[in-house]
């Protein structure tokens, strides 16, 4: 469904992607793994379109991403919960959940765009009453709750998920994660998940792609992950400070 | 040799980039307006901006220009005085407020008031990754947060300099009567006769191209925010730096074009 081929990408002299190669098919829940600066978010945001790659060629369902014509179309297919939820201070809870629902080609009339907001929230285990609040006046991990609600507002058939689980407790990152595999196999939407919490990628994968140095190092089922002989992974899933992979003392 | 090319060399690296700037700043200006007359308009986010650019900066206008036209009537008797002229206080204050300090106060103000609220507002979206959520969510960020701030400047702040001109005569009005003697009426008189449509009209003008200025400013460096606290800090600095530059290069040329002869 959604395939990276050759794709590279450079800020300045520094070169961030430099060729990566991924597939990842429909319904399934693949996880990005690797260090920080290795590419991971660069990456997510080239599918998405916010960046555009150097070279190399990103199709979703076999259309080039760059040929699209009507981007609207194009990204209401999409939702995404961003590292930091990124909700929109100004408005209140469900017009955050609500926003593509309240404007655009999916537009509703207002009071279904709210009943579908609360249904949504309720769905990640948030009450009706935390609708009318402001994002500044929630939890970081109440916050990432709202921001998986708005990633799935509109049924989309491709979620992605930037660090879902960076900066929430043990507990809060365990719900976070259940939730996320819980709706992503309940609606059947491909996944791509990009993180370094290993927890995270035992939760939430099917498949495990690792970025390292810019390019995709390891492909394989989450099964085989910890039998796997690369020793980049190896280092990677472990923690060791020991191995091929170079770490600043 | 080196030490010879080198002052060159950096001289054309700081003239590149500020041509480089100038035209980035362009086409971002020609995309704004562009945005402007095409549909879709977000309607709450137009009414959010005419509230936050125009109406809330009543207070700030009006107090500036109550003291400035008090002040320049003092200035303008003392100086008046010395001549045995101190009757022409009204006509100069007049003059004086409606086509320079009017629009000039007023759109300092604004670059103080609302560049700097925007450059902060959407630097930080930037950097909190809002700015990449609404495109996720097919919202143009230009179309969303561009768009109506500079409409709303375009539009509020002739209307801002229509009542910092009012204020600020009342204000040489005001000190008029009670400090300097004047008769009211006369004052007033005096006042409305000397002032002509090209006053007011360059006044307007003035104000519109003013509030352009400092909301694209603000929406300009914001949006072209570096990362963190620091980009934020840097960005807003920068675009109250460049919008009240601007405002009064623009005031110049302006000034030039309405009343050079």
């Not at chain 1, 049924?155 to 719900?175: N, R, S, Y």
């Not at chain 2, 009543?58 to 008090?70: E, H, I, K």
Request: proline residues 4%; charged residues 15%.
């Amino acid at each position: 469904m959604i395939s990276l081929d050759g794709v590279h990408k450079a800020f300045g002299s520094k070169e961030i992607l430099r060729g990566v190669d991924l597939n990842v098919a429909r319904g399934e829940s693949c996880v990005i793994i690797g260090g920080s600066g290795t590419g991971k978010s660069v990456t997510l945001k080239c599918v998405l379109g916010l960046i555009t790659p150097d070279s190399g060629t990103i199709k979703v369902d076999g259309e080039d991403i760059t040929a699209t014509g009507d981007r609207d179309a194009f990204l209401a297919r999409f939702g995404m919960l961003f590292q930091g939820a990124a909700l929109f201070d100004s408005l209140p809870v469900w017009q955050n959940v609500a926003f593509r629902l309240l404007r655009g080609s999916l537009k509703r009339p207002k009071a279904e765009a709210k009943e579908i907001a609360i249904e949504k929230l309720r769905r990640v285990g948030m009450g009706p009453d935390v609708a009318d609040l402001f994002p500044a006046e929630l939890s970081g991990g109440m916050q990432k709750r709202v921001g998986l609600a708005r990633a799935i507002a509109a049924d989309p058939e491709i979620i992605f998920f930037d660090e879902p689980t960076t900066g929430l407790d043990p507990i809060m990152a365990g719900v976070i994660n259940e939730l996320i595999r819980e709706i992503v196999t309940e609606m059947g939407a491909t996944a791509l998940t990009i993180t370094h919490d290993m927890t995270s990628v035992r939760a939430i994968a099917d498949k495990v792609a690792m970025l390292h140095r810019g390019k995709i190092r390891w492909h394989g089922p989450v099964s085989e992950m910890d039998t796997a002989e690369d020793p980049y992974l190896h280092q990677f899933i472990t923690g060791s400070s020991e191995g091929p992979i170079e770490t600043l003392r | 040799m080196m030490v010879l090319t080198r002052p060159l060399a950096a001289l054309g690296a700081v003239v590149l980039s500020a041509l480089a700037t100038i035209g980035h700043v362009t086409l971002f200006a020609l995309a704004t307006f562009r945005h402007i007359v095409t549909p879709p308009y977000y309607v709450r986010e137009y009414l959010h901006a005419l509230v936050h650019v125009g109406y809330l900066s009543l207070p700030v206008v009006g107090l500036t220009a109550v003291f400035t036209g008090g002040a320049l009537a003092l200035q303008i008797f003392a100086g008046g005085s010395r001549y045995g002229a101190e009757e022409v206080v009204p006509q100069i204050v007049a003059l004086g407020v409606v086509r320079e300090l009017g629009p000039v106060m007023v759109g300092l103000m604004m670059a103080a008031r609302v560049t700097s609220s925007i450059a902060a507002e959407i630097a930080t979206m930037k950097v909190t990754e809002q700015i990449d959520a609404l495109v996720t969510l097919s919202t143009d960020p230009m179309k969303y947060l561009t768009a109506p701030r500079v409409f709303a400047g375009l539009v509020t702040v002739p209307l801002l300099v229509a009542v910092g001109d009012t204020l600020g005569i009342f204000g040489g009005w005001f000190v008029s009567m009670n400090t300097l003697d004047f008769n009211p009426s006369t004052y007033l008189k005096n006042t409305v006769d000397f002032l002509e449509t090209p006053d007011i009209v360059s006044s307007l003008v003035k104000g519109a191209a003013f509030g352009g200025i400092a909301t694209l400013m603000g929406c300009y460096f914001g949006m072209n925010s570096g990362r963190g606290a620091q980009g934020v800090g840097r960005a807003t600095k920068t675009s109250v730096v460049a919008a009240a530059v601007l405002i009064l290069a623009a005031n110049f040329l302006l000034t030039q074009a309405f009343f050079a002869t």
